[in-house]
């Protein structure tokens, strides 16, 4: 017998078909004795039309009462969801996040959680019911209802399963588990049986939007072990670990991209200290958020060239800033371009094994792609390459390192 | 300055326009000094959209989780309002029934309302904010969810008016007001300025159907001056107030009429005491309600008639028990009829008036109307007669008594 938080997402619940598919998928578990805890999401499409009608009033409503509508939502889907268990005799009872004091602050559409009281779950789980949570919710310390921000019910899912000590937060999506990389760009792309958070958290933040980042960050926090399973097909979906439990790890999990970059070159600046300040601090003060940055050493004139990379909505702005910047530093030359992409190899297994990053930059030599910038960490090596190279460089990448094969 | 309890029904917040126009109401009135509280339903259609989904999933739901469900209609509307009332610089906040304490017993769907906690509303008010609630919906004792029934948004605008000691509840509905009788009958039906509680609760019970009963009881109760006004409309409504304060009373105040009534009579049955009992008894273990009923006295033979009425809907189902009891009791027959309508005379006045009973008696016999039954009370004298003879019988009673008349 096991304790087991699911979390269903919006097109898991999407209508009142799906909603009794989940039911069964949940009683099944009861049935083998675990007991478990679902926490939902609103139907698919609900969130929007209670946007829209909010939008037809005002186009910047007070977020406290954002919050008081757009949290009827998950209301709707927990009452729904307990009466399709109800109905097939799977004792069930349905709790907003404000009735299980999912305590959080009050940063209304970006709340966190802060506490949650897990002692009437416990109650009722231990009477045999299944207990159905709404996600993405909560409650302030002045007992003003809150969101935490979209994607946040799988952030819901696993602080119950962190409070509860549940063994096990199964995050169900409409894909069966995290791949090798995207399958519409690598075909034989091989689904994962487990990743360990760090991957995780590099492949979710390059581009592989499988889980909520927070959640993820959240789960390895406190040690919650975290499965993402399709709702629709059978599985066993990918578990994400700590890598202490992983006895032989593999050296790559994954390839990730990144089709929105952009890249931005100022061409000798005068290398002195807080130069990097002088050019990236104009544009974060607009708000542009710089992804990576490389400065490389210094020519013999005393000048030195400065590149990094922005999201391509913010390349027009961040280029009229930065050539303002150039024109003040005296520098030489602004390049701009926004026809790259970002490749990123991901595997905790790199920082045992050399010779990673050369068998990298020699796949993607062998078949004449041009590497323009280069970007490491503990885990993950990064590349910008031209556009066009994109699916050429990934499919290049996964067949080098074996990816369709087991370990 | 004044405290005032606002509600506005389904209707008065069908849409975001009527929501915007709303808002424009309350303004008016903290612009000129009051203190407001509005309570607030559902969009017209949301609770019957809700109890769709409901239905699709199981036809006997949980009375707990529907009122999870339904009570998402009133927490959508108190969101979009304060919205509505903050874009036009009006300072406002929600509160759903949970929140504000409106505690509730455990009678899910048809919960009464036991305590408000009115601390966190008044000191809103004392900000200078308009306090917006949910109506229809409470919490029980567990911190469960509880609806209070239909109609239900009533009485928590009065029952919010008594724990403020709120200066006037203010009913807004589609009615400018409370008639003397139907317009859509008699044409030059007159909106009332007063009428007193006992008076309306006639009126309520007998078919007007302006104000939920049990809110009417409730105001009366706790003494809360109530106002009926039309959202749409200008005007100054109708006020219901407590008997005492009139100085002058009209005989009659108006003319009710119930188009649902159907009429049963078992003849001949021994005049024995329990007889009644025996009659009644089977017919309301179905719960089935009973409307007037009428023992005239004891035929020379020492057997005797009895007469009742139903609802039309419970009709064949009555007329069946009813034949089933005959039998029994060696009752002579058994005569139905489902084609006839009560009309009632209603005005506190006719406590102290003779003559009002021969004056109603003479005008239905003037136009031919033959009266089936009669029976009376304090404040109303109701006659059952021929279905057919309904817009007649009103319209020579309103004739007769000049209702049209200002008093």
Redesign the interface.
């Known amino acids: 017998m096991a304790l087991i938080v699911q979390k269903y997402g919006g097109t898991s619940v999407g209508s ?1 078909e799906r ?2 598919a989940v039911a069964e998928k949940v009683k099944a578990y009861r049935d083998r004795g675990d007991q478990v805890v679902v926490v939902v999401s609103a139907m698919s499409g609900e969130t929007n039309r ?1 946007i829209g ?2 939008s ?3 186009d910047r ?2 977020p ?3 919050d ?2 757009v ?2 939502g998950e ?2 889907t ?3 969801l ?3 268990l ?2 097939i005799d799977c004792d069930a ?2 709790y ?1 996040g ?2 299980v004091h999912i305590l959080t602050d009050s940063a209304h559409s970006k709340a966190r959680i802060r506490d949650i009281d897990a002692a009437r779950v416990k109650s009722d789980l231990d009477k045999g019911r299944v207990v159905v949570v709404a996600g993405f919710q909560g409650v302030d310390e002045h ?3 809150t969101t935490l921000g979209r994607g946040g019910s799988d952030t819901t899912a696993v602080a119950m399963a962190a409070a509860l000590k549940a063994d096990e937060c199964q995050i169900y999506t409409d894909v069966d588990g995290v791949y090798t990389t995207d399958p519409r760009v690598v075909p034989n792309a091989r689904r994962l049986e487990r990743i360990t958070f760090e991957e995780m958290l590099e492949m979710a933040s390059l581009g592989s939007k499988v889980l909520q980042i927070r959640a993820v960050e959240f789960a390895g926090k406190y040690n919650v072990p975290l499965r993402v399973l399709s709702s629709f097909e059978e599985g066993e979906g990918t578990l994400i670990t700590f890598e202490e439990e992983s006895m032989e790890q593999a050296m790559i999990s994954g390839i990730a991209f990144n089709r929105d970059e952009a890249k931005l070159t100022i061409l000798g600046v005068p290398d002195q200290p807080g130069v990097a300040h002088k050019i990236i601090g104009p544009i974060s003060s607009q708000n542009i958020e710089v992804d990576m940055i490389i400065q490389n050493i210094s020519h013999d004139t005393g000048r030195t060239d400065f590149t990094f990379t922005v999201n391509r909505v913010d390349f027009k702005r961040a280029k009229e800033i930065l050539e303002q910047t150039a024109n003040e530093m005296g520098a030489r030359e602004v390049l701009a371009d926004d026809r790259i992409v970002k490749i990123s190899l991901v595997g905790v297994g790199m920082r045992s094994h050399a010779g990673i990053a050369s068998k990298m930059f020699e796949a993607l030599a062998k078949d004449g792609i041009n590497i323009r910038m280069i970007s490491t960490s503990e885990i993950k090596i990064s590349v910008v390459v031209d556009e066009k190279y994109l699916e050429l460089g990934v499919r290049a990448l996964h067949d080098a390192f074996e990816l369709e094969k087991e370990v």
Do not use: C, N
Request: charged share 15%; no cysteine; proline share 3%.
């Open positions: 009142v909603i009794s209670l009608l909010a037809e009033i005002d409503p007070s406290r009462e954002m008081v509508l949290s009827t209301q709707v927990i009452a729904l307990s009466m399709a109800q109905k009872r349905s907003t404000g009735q007992g003003s209802i």
